[in-house]
């Protein structure tokens, strides 16, 4: 078909007499300055308060609770998600913030086995100890693939719930941006069936741009940016050309936030 035929049959069908002869204005250039304010204007409990509410509208958990309780707000979330499925092994990143939270101590009283995420890979004999080094239903159909693997991701491949400490929360669409390098390896959030999130409230910003720049941030202190950057919206959904949506087949399908506030937050 000619052009200019092709172009009046698409007007035609948007009800236009014919194709446009000048370009439509564009009224915005990047974030439209009324949204920006708004979300700019966002305080702190606001921000909070938005980013729970977009976190459980996508069916995740979330718990608040004082810096000074994070091993009950963890314990409490661990209550919600046994009932959700089985939960026996723990993968965590091995990092001090989540140390400090008291996570590797309330796996330990919940009577959980905790698998460390150890980028130097020192724990091998630990992993071994678990007893976890024999294949579940994926590793024995990967067969001497899955056995040539080191035993820290054999380890991951067999837990039920990774625990990760985000970068930044994102209010507006109830998201993570987790930073995955280092002892927080990207197979920590997306190996195990389900996802724990901890975090304090501060790191909550309004929008995406606001999070881009705490990670330039921490890369300009680190000297790099990491292996990757997570972007986490609620469970792992998945849908074919029919639209037949499934949970959980690329990632963890059930997924919760401890968020830690202190004074006046």
């Not at 459980?56 to 000074?68: H, N, Q, R, Y």
């Not at 919600?80 to 092994?89: A, D, H, K, N, V």
């Not at 190996?191 to 975090?199: E, K, V």
Request: net charge negative; aromatic share 4%; charged share 25%.
């Amino acid at each position: 078909m000619e052009r200019h035929a092709f172009l009046a049959a698409i007007a035609s069908r948007l009800g236009r007499s014919g194709p446009l002869t000048e370009a439509p204005a564009h009224l915005y250039r990047g974030v439209p300055g009324e949204y920006r304010d708004r979300m700019e204007s966002l305080n702190a409990d606001e921000r909070l308060q938005l980013f729970v509410s977009n976190w459980t509208a996508l069916t995740g958990e979330a718990v608040i609770v004082p810096k000074e309780e994070a091993a009950a707000g963890i314990e409490e979330i661990l209550v919600r998600f046994r009932q959700r499925g089985p939960l026996e092994r723990v993968l965590y990143a091995d990092t001090e913030e989540l140390r400090g939270y008291g996570v590797p101590q309330v796996l330990q009283e919940q009577g959980l086995s905790g698998v460390p995420w150890a980028d130097d890979r020192d724990n091998e004999a630990e992993l071994e100890a678990l007893g976890l080094s024999e294949p579940g239903e994926a590793g024995a159909l990967a067969g001497a693939k899955w056995q040539a693997r080191s035993p820290l991701l054999r380890a991951a491949e067999r837990c039920h719930l990774g625990i990760v400490a985000p970068e930044a929360a994102i209010a507006n669409t109830g998201t993570l941006a987790v930073w995955s390098a280092g002892r927080q390896g990207r197979s920590v959030s997306l190996l195990p069936g389900m996802l724990l999130a901890i975090l304090p409230a501060e790191r909550i910003v309004a929008r995406m741009g606001e999070a881009f720049e705490r990670v330039n941030g921490t890369a300009n202190r680190e000297g790099g940016l990491p292996a990757s950057l997570n972007l986490i919206t609620g469970p792992s959904r998945s849908a074919d050309i029919e639209n037949d949506l499934t949970i959980g087949v690329h990632g963890p399908g059930v997924v919760g936030v401890v968020i830690l506030t202190s004074d006046g937050t």
